[in-house]
């Protein structure tokens, strides 16, 4: 038989519909690893109960110690954390999705390790940087220590605390410790494995006509090459994937547009190919400068004979939603699809960023905030766009705001949800938000402009693309 814990945190879901328990025990198991680990006592009486909790025990990686029933009565035990996923970080567990684990170092380099700990940590001031530069100085930084070496990073970047956790998770690191005293953090990493990953196979040649002569004409000059898309934007993804087939592994290419969405699709496409995303300038053209890494292995789609609901090895049961305009319409699609995915037992997390920050903002300000200064054009810029979820216009056929009147009288009459029920109702579904906090520094939008939510949180580039390649679903709206 098992041993069973003397003491066991314990949660009484009684009363509680499908997925409400499962979501309960998914919250209460973060905060019991972000301290160590340990038992969890579940009550509850919803007939899907046994079977849901079996499965999230085994998307959890927690360990379903027993699992009684006396009538429509269920009381569980399960272990989380412990050593299958011990963390030395300090984060808070609202911040992080699921523990910063330390990587398995293999017997041949132990010695290597333990001699690089001996030393003391390299030095990386990345205060007054703002995102994603700490995670990019970070990264360039990392590539060129020795398995087992240590880092003191210093940054003052809001988004620093989420980002630093993330790619400690992508980039086989180890966050150690993160200590935060005002503005100021301190972070020590582990390098605990290869921060980049090799090719064995050799280096291809640009054959694509679109880049080759920018290749010849930079030979001698550069190492980066460009890229401009001129074209409609649906024809971004496939001159994207075809860039990604002819040009050599390693090699950067530099990615230009004159449209704001430009971000969004390399984020997207460099999480879906595995490629590195060293830099991203929002100022006048969108420039984006990416590092050709050997492609990850896509996923193959599952077969009609594959069990109903089953997911992809590689992905988690998570959705990803970037969330970059405010027109009522794409919202409205945006939250449907966040509170759909959660009651259906998926961890849901939504990237607010450019316009898409203006359903966050609140009516009134956030006292709870420090005031921030903003300069003259930024307070204009921010004065003439909508706040909040009453605000925010029909992207088609506003007529002034008429065509927004009639579409609310519409939804009222068939007892539609609207913005603002739906994005409480998000908050209480536990939906994850983040606010893009690069794009809050552009457009003059402060912590205190934003509505007081349980569940909002602050965070970079880093923090979306390491959600957005281990999710089953990722959207853009």
């Not at 499962?22 to 009486?45: F, N, P, Q, T, Y």
């Not at 999705?97 to 017997?107: H, K, Q, S, Y």
């Not at 940590?121 to 930084?141: E, K, N, T, V, Y």
């Amino acid at each position: 038989m098992l041993p069973q814990e003397s003491t066991a945190t314990r949660l009484d879901c009684r009363g509680q519909q499908c997925p409400v328990p499962i979501m309960s025990a998914a919250k209460a198991a973060r905060s019991l690893k972000a301290s160590g680990g340990g038992v969890l006592e579940i009550a509850a009486d919803d007939a899907a109960f046994p079977l849901d909790l079996r499965s999230w025990c085994r998307s959890a990686q927690a360990e379903l110690l027993s699992l009684t029933t006396e009538g429509a009565q269920h009381v569980a035990r399960v272990r989380v954390g412990g050593d299958a996923s011990a963390s030395g970080s300090r984060l808070d567990s609202r911040a992080v999705t699921e523990p910063v684990r330390a990587a398995r170092v293999t017997t041949a380099a132990t010695a290597t390790v333990a001699a690089n700990a001996a030393s003391p940590p390299a030095q990386l001031d990345c205060r007054g940087m703002q995102c994603p530069q700490p995670i990019l100085a970070l990264s360039r930084f990392a590539r060129k220590l020795p398995p087992g070496s240590e880092i003191d990073v210093l940054a003052d970047d809001d988004a620093f605390e989420l980002d630093v956790a993330s790619w400690c998770r992508s980039a086989n690191a180890t966050l150690v410790t993160l200590e935060r005293a005002g503005t100021q953090f301190h972070a020590r990493v582990r390098i605990t494995g290869s921060a980049r990953s090799e090719s064995s196979t050799p280096p291809r040649r640009a054959t694509n006509p679109e880049i080759a002569p920018a290749a010849a004409a930079m030979t001698g000059l550069s190492s980066v090459l460009e890229l401009r898309l001129d074209d409609a934007m649906a024809q971004w993804p496939a001159r994207l994937d075809a860039m990604g087939r002819d040009v050599e592994i390693g090699r950067r290419v530099r990615i230009v547009a004159e449209r704001a969405e430009l971000s969004a699709t390399v984020v997207q496409w460099c999480a879906r190919t595995g490629h590195a995303l060293v830099g991203l300038d929002t100022r006048g053209p969108i420039v984006a400068e990416v590092e050709l890494r050997q492609a990850k292995p896509v996923p193959a789609v599952p077969s009609m004979a594959v069990r109903e609901g089953a997911a992809p090895a590689t992905a988690v049961n998570r959705c990803t939603l970037l969330v970059l305009h405010n027109d009522q319409e794409a919202l409205l699609a945006a939250l449907l699809v966040a509170v759909g995915a959660a009651t259906q037992g998926m961890e849901v997390v939504m990237f607010y960023t450019f316009w898409g920050l203006n359903l966050l903002r609140g009516e009134a300000p956030n006292l709870a905030e420090q005031s921030q200064p903003v300069s003259w054009a930024q307070r204009m810029f921010k004065w003439m766009m909508p706040k909040g979820p009453r605000r925010q216009s029909l992207g088609k056929l506003n007529f002034g705001g008429m065509g927004k009147q009639m579409l609310g009288s519409i939804m009222k009459e068939h007892n539609i949800m609207d913005l603002p029920a739906l994005i409480d109702t998000a908050e209480e579904q536990g939906v994850r938000f983040i606010a893009c906090t690069m794009s809050m520094q552009v457009m003059g939008i402060t912590r205190r402009d934003l509505q007081a939510r349980r569940n909002l949180e602050y965070g970079g580039v880093a923090a979306f693309v390491e959600a957005a390649s281990n999710s089953r679903m990722s959207l853009v709206f």
